[in-house]
């Protein structure tokens, strides 16, 4: 029986540093029906050039896309689920690098799984920006669980995100029936993974299949930037979910004292789901200081 095709799906963006380990760890993978497909956001870097050079030396199936504006990690997403014609895709940024046996084995779990699961995922080795093996596991830096979650995890994933997107294979069919990435996010990973995981299962695999840079202008080292975004995202579930406001709360707390116009701006509409967010709101909009605003917020909620 032919194995069934899977797409991967490269997301570049001023790699030049890292692109060509991301392509060689593809080009490793033990499993041999794979179709390549890479984006470039338009970058100012000479990562271009570098994968046009690897890809002559490429002998199986590729796309190369270069976007002529950068747009964003979740167009970029959206560009290589669209030109993606697997049964099964995996997206990864070309900075971080699969182990050789990920697809493999992945492809073995969910050619056995059942219809309402969408995908699997596993933990990652975390390394430094020399590519040198840092201290922990993924799950461990961002989920610190015991055993990882595995089957339904939607409300466990409300509460954080404890999964790395790039080491996950979903199947097509899943991504079609929920929708393209929301290009008005600035990350793309947790909403989707939200979205995915309110409809499916997705099974945890103990084969640690990918190798995660930790860089210190990453997403991740400045969660500030993250807030108006992970607000968007919660306030998809405010009418469902008691951990989606409580998160919402979290944050309005945190733009409220830091002043973060458009996060606060974002809070208007869900406001009425809680008084907390509803007094912040309020208290932004008459200019109380943030202090005043905690303490006033003490007294009124108790």
């Known amino acids: 029986m032919q194995e069934p095709l899977v797409s991967i799906g490269a997301i ?39 994968i046009e050079q690897w890809l002559k030396n490429y002998n199986a199936p590729f796309r190369f896309i270069k976007h002529e504006k950068n747009r964003g990690v979740c167009v970029a997403c959206n560009s290589a689920l669209n030109n993606a014609s697997g049964k099964y895709v995996s997206i990864i940024a070309t900075d971080d690098m699969m182990m050789p046996d990920k697809i493999k084995r992945q492809v073995e779990i969910l050619e056995s799984s059942a219809d309402d699961v969408c995908g699997v995922y596993s933990d990652s080795y975390l390394i430094k920006e020399d590519s040198s093996h840092r201290f922990g596991m993924f799950i461990q830096r961002f989920g610190d669980y015991e055993d990882a979650p595995s089957g339904w995890i939607f409300e466990e994933l409300l509460k954080r995100n404890f999964i790395g997107d790039f080491t996950m294979l979903v199947k097509h069919k899943c991504y079609k029936e929920i929708g393209n990435y929301d290009e008005a996010l600035k990350f793309e990973d947790y909403d989707m993974l939200l979205r995915l995981s309110q409809k499916y299962k997705i099974i945890f695999s103990d084969y640690v299949s990918t190798k995660y ?21 919660y306030s998809k579930y405010v009418k469902d979910s008691a951990i989606a406001i409580k998160q919402i709360e979290n944050i309005a707390m945190h733009a409220y004292s830091d002043n973060e116009k ?9 406001k009425n789901y809680s008084k907390r967010i509803s ?24």
Do not use: H, M
Not at 262 to 270: D, G, M, Q, T
Not at 292 to 297: A, T
């Open 12 to 50: 570049n963006y001023n790699n030049s540093k890292y692109v060509i380990d991301t392509l060689n760890s593809i080009k490793a993978q033990s499993y041999s029906n794979i179709e390549l497909v890479v984006i470039d956001d338009c970058s100012t870097d000479n990562s271009p050039a570098l």
């Open 213 to 233: 840079r930790v860089r210190a202008n990453s997403l991740t080292s400045t969660r500030q930037l993250w807030n108006p975004s992970r607000i968007r995202i």
């Open 279 to 302: 007094y912040i709101v309020i208290f932004w909009r008459l200019k109380l200081p943030a202090l005043l605003g905690r303490v006033l917020l003490k007294i009124l909620l108790g």
């Open 262 to 270: 458009e996060s606060l701006a974002l809070l208007v509409p869900v």
